[in-house]
């Protein structure tokens, strides 16, 4: 006690034993706040990675799969298919695959990891219609010089397939290629690339 008869022992055990509460009300009080901005279950799974199984996809097949609420479609290429790609080049917006729409491993005339297989999202870069497969090498009405890829039906666009954009058609991007990478032969990870070569 001081002299002038007021005991500040027991001011001070009320003032820490009220911080102590008053801390221990804004943990709880904060803590549902922000677990509210932390995606659902719903939203994390919807985003998680997907697997693709190619086993029994045969040459010149498209498998599709649902990643991140987008079709991702897996093509396997003959090696006709492949050998096309390079003298398309002259008829390309972006032959090169300069622009970002896919992972570094992917930047490259296949605009994949194993030339004879694509991963990419089917979603027109125009305004995101859905393109048709169209994989012969065929006179079509929209070009006489086909030589087999995507035509979108809404606008006209036309990819070649390694998803590359035409030059003179809606479409401003090549189709994007999405993170991926080979958990086994047989395998894909679609929306996960840590760890691929």
């Known amino acids: 006690m001081s002299g002038d008869g007021v005991d500040t022992s027991k001011r001070r055990f009320l003032i820490a034993a009220t911080t102590v509460v008053g801390g221990v009300g804004a943990v709880y009080t904060a803590v549902p706040f922000l677990a509210s901005w932390m995606p659902s279950e719903r ?11 190619i086993s029994k996809l045969e040459d010149g097949q498209m498998i ?4 991140r609420g987008k079709p991702v479609w897996v093509v396997k290429r003959t090696e006709e298919m492949v ?3 390079p003298g398309l080049n002259a008829k390309l917006r972006d032959p090169e695959s300069v622009d970002l729409q896919q992972p570094e491993y992917a930047q490259n005339v296949t605009r994949s990891i194993k030339p004879e297989i694509l991963v990419a999202v089917g979603i027109c870069t125009h305004l995101g219609c859905s393109p048709s497969f169209v994989p012969e090498a065929l006179p079509q009405p929209y070009d006489a010089e086909w030589k087999g890829g995507f035509f979108c039906p809404c606008h006209g666009s036309k990819f070649d397939l390694s998803g590359r954009v035409y030059q003179g058609v809606p479409a401003p991007l ?5 993170p ?11 929306g996960d690339d840590r760890g691929a070569a």
């Open 43 to 53: 939203a994390k799974a919807a985003g998680a990675p997907v697997e693709a199984d």
């Open 64 to 67: 599709r799969v649902q990643w």
């Open 83 to 85: 050998k096309a790609l």
């Open 174 to 178: 090549n189709l994007e290629v999405p």
């Open 180 to 190: 991926h990478k080979y958990i086994s032969e047989s395998l894909i990870l679609i």
